[in-house]
């Protein structure tokens, strides 16, 4: 029977029809995965918008019998409640409770998740008993309420064990972003020891680097202005976006309601990306494109006289805003005036059919191949006469603040529609270019001539002959664009809403007028405060200052830095006294002085370039002190943070406004600052 038995073990290697083969792989083989690091998203600038972040979740161990467990749970629960955003009383209810119940440990759910490193040291540090910590990744937003509709977010997959992106270019270029796993196997003996040449190992792919064309200042300016429209007119909702007029490049994109994806503040407001998802009745801003067609096919002359006020159409009267009209008027008038019957008389000129490939040439009615796959189409509504008149003024049918950016490229670059873009480069573990973001002419849309003529009736919207819409004048740049003021559906009633001051409010601008470099589009839909301030004034609340802070901005970056003008050279001033700086740097350097001496001991950085209004940080032989951060902005304070070695906390978002101790004030091993930021330009 023994050599039966055997015999059997020998040919087929199973024991009760049980594989011995593969129960020894699994006793001896050991293989383990080796997660890779999700891809950070970028601004154009290189400064983190999305990265990867070490952080830990809290377990509280309840069991009497181990050696490490919740002695006090009134001690711990305090601890835990400076840490996690729950109250003390519930914290220690909970723990009360397991306690009771015999179990082993808890959690404390969605709050005893993503506990930074000093949270964790500070609870180690404590007397508190029974906490533990695992480890675990999630994903850092810096900024806070920054473009997140468009940077999206990613959370934690339980059943993946990894990161995943749930929205925007997180979602988009999730299968980029999140790498490939590696793994490890090999052989061990009965005693566990790695069998000699037996391990494999394939390590991880880290994800890719997704940069944009986002500025970081120009992002803040745009995120200031619509929290102050925000606050100011409670609306149902806002956009705001900035394009460079010559590239397509998106700058800045923003929208209320927004939401924190570091805080998950504002979460489920609005999943919609109104820049790409988002299609409207646009209102008069769409009038410039059936100028430019009219201008195209020879049909306008600003100086022929029409006569204002309505027009019948199939069965309806349709009317200009001022219902009675202005009387007998000039094109160019009635452009100023934003005059409803004047574009209809320019399609009947145009034709109908005609007029419609011209809108399907500036790209309405269909989507700028973006990188969202959700974007929308908006729709040209062409059934009948009556619905192609309505289009002429941008009613009835819908467009994308998208394709209102692309279609102004157009007008802006001799006839050329560029193609709007948001991403610059992608980059992979080894730093390679996988992708590269570039300027792109869509078509030829108008000749060169006709576009200059578009221009040239543009330029007379505002601070024209009629000094129509002054409001969006500026002191110190020459403004244009076109204003508009759309009717709203109602779902409900199948018409327009039709309560006082019920439009969508949007102004499509650019500056400056004889070479244009940005291009905004702002717009406000059914303020609830203040209303009558959309109809009087327009989006100039936010678009001014928008509009100003960030030509100034682009002024100081580019026409003052053009070539190698500006740019300092900063050697090693180490063992030289500080009033040898004032011979080495000019007047656009910030110095950063850390000590109360006259030697120089250190400084950062060393032998690099600095353009102008950059930082550079110097410590002193003499006892260290304080600088003043105040103009720094967010990455320059963290950084001189950490060249002084001092702790710092930080409020808001920009650049420093205030600091809780003053310059001057003698640092010791304790020393902690805050400071609070603000979106100012510092060099306003």
Same mark, same amino acid.
């Given at each position: 029977?023994?050599?039966?038995?055997?015999?059997?073990?020998?040919?087929?290697?199973?024991?009760?029809?049980?594989?011995?083969?593969?129960?020894?792989?699994?006793?001896?083989?050991?293989?383990?995965?080796?997660?890779?690091?999700?891809?950070?998203?970028?601004?154009?600038?290189?400064?983190?918008?999305?990265?990867?972040?070490?952080?830990?979740?809290?377990?509280?161990?309840?069991?009497?019998?181990?050696?490490?467990?919740?002695?006090?749970?009134?001690?711990?629960?305090?601890?835990?409640?400076?840490?996690?955003?729950?109250?003390?009383?519930?914290?220690?209810?909970?723990?009360?409770?397991?306690?009771?119940?015999?179990?082993?440990?808890?959690?404390?759910?969605?709050?005893?998740?993503?506990?930074?490193?000093?949270?964790?040291?500070?609870?180690?540090?404590?007397?508190?008993?029974?906490?533990?910590?695992?480890?675990?990744?999630?994903?850092?937003?810096?900024?806070?309420?920054?473009?997140?509709?468009?940077?999206?977010?990613?959370?934690?997959?339980?059943?993946?064990?990894?990161?995943?992106?749930?929205?925007?270019?997180?979602?988009?270029?999730?299968?980029?972003?999140?790498?490939?796993?590696?793994?490890?196997?090999?052989?061990?003996?009965?005693?566990?020891?790695?069998?000699?040449?037996?391990?494999?190992?394939?390590?991880?792919?880290?994800?890719?680097?997704?940069?944009?064309?986002?500025?970081?200042?120009?992002?803040?300016?745009?995120?200031?202005?619509?929290?102050?429209?925000?606050?100011?007119?409670?609306?149902?909702?806002?956009?705001?976006?900035?394009?460079?007029?010559?590239?397509?490049?998106?700058?800045?994109?923003?929208?209320?309601?927004?939401?924190?994806?570091?805080?998950?503040?504002?979460?489920?407001?609005?999943?919609?990306?109104?820049?790409?998802?988002?299609?409207?009745?646009?209102?008069?801003?769409?009038?410039?494109?059936?100028?430019?067609?009219?201008? /195209?096919?020879?049909?306008?002359?600003?100086?022929?006289?029409?006569?204002?006020?309505?027009?019948?159409?199939?069965?309806?009267?349709?009317?200009?805003?001022?219902?009675?009209?202005?009387?007998?008027?000039?094109?160019?008038?009635?452009?100023?005036?934003?005059?409803?019957?004047?574009?209809?008389?320019?399609?009947?000129?145009?034709?109908?059919?005609?007029?419609?490939?011209?809108?399907?040439?500036?790209?309405?009615?269909?989507?700028?191949?973006?990188?969202?796959?959700?974007?929308?189409?908006?729709?040209?509504?062409?059934?009948?006469?009556?619905?192609?008149?309505?289009?002429?003024?941008?009613?009835?049918?819908?467009?994308?603040?998208?394709?209102?950016?692309?279609?102004?490229?157009?007008?802006?670059? /001799?006839?050329?529609?560029?193609?709007?873009?948001?991403?610059?480069?992608?980059?992979?573990?080894?730093?390679?270019?996988?992708?590269?973001?570039?300027?792109?002419?869509?078509?030829?849309?108008?000749?060169?001539?006709?576009?200059?003529?578009?221009?040239? /009736?543009?330029?007379?919207?505002?601070?024209?002959?009629?000094?129509?819409?002054?409001?969006?004048?500026?002191?110190?740049?020459?403004?244009?664009?076109?204003?508009?003021?759309?009717?709203?559906?109602?779902?409900?009633?199948?018409?327009?809403?039709?309560?006082?001051?019920?439009?969508?409010?949007?102004?499509?601008?650019?500056?400056?007028?004889?070479?244009?470099?940005?291009?905004?589009?702002?717009?406000?839909?059914?303020?609830?405060?203040?209303?009558?301030?959309?109809?009087?004034?327009?989006?100039?609340?936010?678009?001014?200052?928008?509009?100003?802070?960030?030509?100034?901005?682009?002024?100081?970056?580019?026409?003052?830095?053009?070539?190698?003008?500006?740019?300092?050279?900063?050697?090693?001033?180490?063992?030289?006294?500080?009033?040898?700086?004032?011979?080495?740097?000019?007047?656009?350097?910030?110095?950063?002085?850390?000590?109360?001496?006259? /030697?120089?001991?250190?400084?950062?950085?060393?032998?690099?370039?600095?353009?102008?209004?950059?930082?550079?940080?110097?410590?002193?032989?003499?006892?260290?002190?304080?600088?003043?951060?105040?103009?720094?902005?967010?990455?320059?304070?963290?950084?001189?943070?950490?060249?002084?070695?001092?702790?710092?906390?930080?409020?808001?978002?920009?650049?420093?406004?205030?600091?809780?101790?003053?310059?001057?004030?003698?640092?010791?091993?304790?020393?902690?600052?805050?400071?609070?930021?603000?979106?100012?330009?510092?060099?306003?």
């Amino acid at each position: 029977m023994i050599i039966g038995q055997f015999t059997k073990l020998m040919i087929f290697q199973t024991i009760d029809e049980e594989d011995l083969i593969a129960r020894g792989q699994d006793k001896y083989a050991v293989s383990s995965i080796s997660e890779p690091e999700r891809g950070e998203i970028l601004d154009r600038e290189g400064n983190i918008l999305a990265a990867d972040m070490e952080a830990y979740r809290i377990a509280i161990i309840t069991d009497e019998n181990y050696p490490n467990h919740v002695s006090n749970p009134e001690e711990t629960a305090a601890l835990l409640s400076e840490v996690v955003d729950m109250d003390k009383a519930e914290i220690q209810k909970m723990i009360e409770k397991n306690i009771e119940k015999g179990q082993f440990q808890m959690e404390l759910g969605q709050a005893g998740r993503n506990i930074s490193y000093n949270d964790k040291k500070f609870l180690e540090e404590s007397e508190a008993t029974g906490i533990v910590f695992e480890p675990e990744t999630r994903r850092f937003y810096p900024n806070g309420k920054f473009a997140s509709h468009l940077i999206g977010f990613a959370e934690l997959n339980d059943e993946l064990g990894r990161l995943d992106g749930q929205l925007g270019f997180e979602r988009i270029y999730n299968d980029l972003l999140k790498g490939k796993p590696g793994s490890v196997d090999y052989a061990q003996d009965v005693w566990g020891y790695i069998v000699p040449n037996s391990d494999n190992v394939k390590p991880p792919v880290n994800g890719h680097d997704v940069k944009l064309t986002i500025d970081p200042n120009i992002q803040l300016y745009l995120e200031e202005t619509l929290n102050d429209m925000d606050d100011h007119f409670e609306p149902e909702e806002l956009i705001a976006v900035v394009a460079d007029a010559e590239t397509g490049e998106i700058l800045a994109s923003g929208q209320r309601p927004s939401f924190n994806p570091e805080t998950r503040e504002g979460f489920g407001n609005s999943w919609l990306n109104m820049l790409y998802e988002y299609s409207f009745e646009p209102g008069s801003t769409f009038k410039v494109f059936g100028l430019a067609a009219a201008i /195209e096919e020879g049909v306008y002359d600003p100086d022929a006289v029409y006569t204002s006020g309505s027009m019948d159409v199939m069965d309806a009267t349709i009317y200009d805003w001022e219902t009675e009209g202005w009387g007998d008027i000039t094109y160019n008038e009635g452009m100023q005036y934003s005059s409803n019957v004047l574009m209809m008389i320019l399609q009947n000129k145009v034709g109908a059919d005609k007029m419609l490939d011209y809108y399907k040439d500036f790209g309405f009615g269909q989507t700028t191949d973006s990188e969202f796959p959700t974007e929308v189409t908006g729709q040209l509504a062409w059934d009948n006469e009556l619905q192609q008149k309505t289009t002429s003024f941008g009613q009835t049918s819908t467009v994308t603040p998208i394709q209102l950016i692309q279609g102004m490229t157009a007008l802006l670059n /001799e006839g050329k529609m560029k193609k709007p873009y948001v991403v610059d480069e992608i980059t992979d573990d080894s730093g390679e270019v996988v992708y590269d973001g570039k300027e792109e002419t869509v078509r030829q849309v108008i000749s060169k001539e006709a576009a200059e003529k578009t221009m040239t /009736e543009m330029n007379t919207l505002i601070d024209g002959s009629l000094d129509h819409n002054p409001q969006y004048k500026s002191d110190e740049y020459e403004v244009t664009g076109k204003s508009g003021t759309a009717q709203i559906y109602d779902p409900e009633t199948g018409g327009y809403m039709d309560g006082d001051y019920q439009f969508f409010t949007s102004f499509l601008g650019y500056a400056p007028k004889e070479d244009p470099e940005v291009i905004i589009y702002y717009g406000i839909k059914l303020a609830s405060k203040n209303k009558s301030e959309t109809w009087d004034n327009g989006v100039a609340r936010g678009f001014n200052p928008l509009m100003e802070r960030t030509l100034k901005y682009l002024e100081v970056s580019e026409a003052d830095v053009s070539g190698d003008q500006g740019i300092v050279e900063i050697g090693d001033y180490r063992g030289q006294k500080i009033d040898a700086l004032n011979d080495e740097l000019n007047d656009t350097i910030d110095v950063k002085i850390v000590g109360n001496g006259t /030697e120089i001991t250190d400084h950062f950085p060393q032998d690099d370039r600095l353009l102008p209004y950059d930082s550079l940080f110097v410590k002193t032989d003499g006892d260290p002190t304080l600088p003043d951060f105040k103009g720094l902005s967010k990455r320059e304070a963290l950084l001189l943070a950490d060249f002084m070695e001092i702790n710092i906390t930080v409020e808001g978002e920009g650049y420093v406004k205030s600091q809780s101790q003053n310059a001057g004030t003698a640092v010791t091993e304790d020393t902690t600052v805050e400071i609070t930021l603000s979106s100012n330009d510092p060099n306003d």
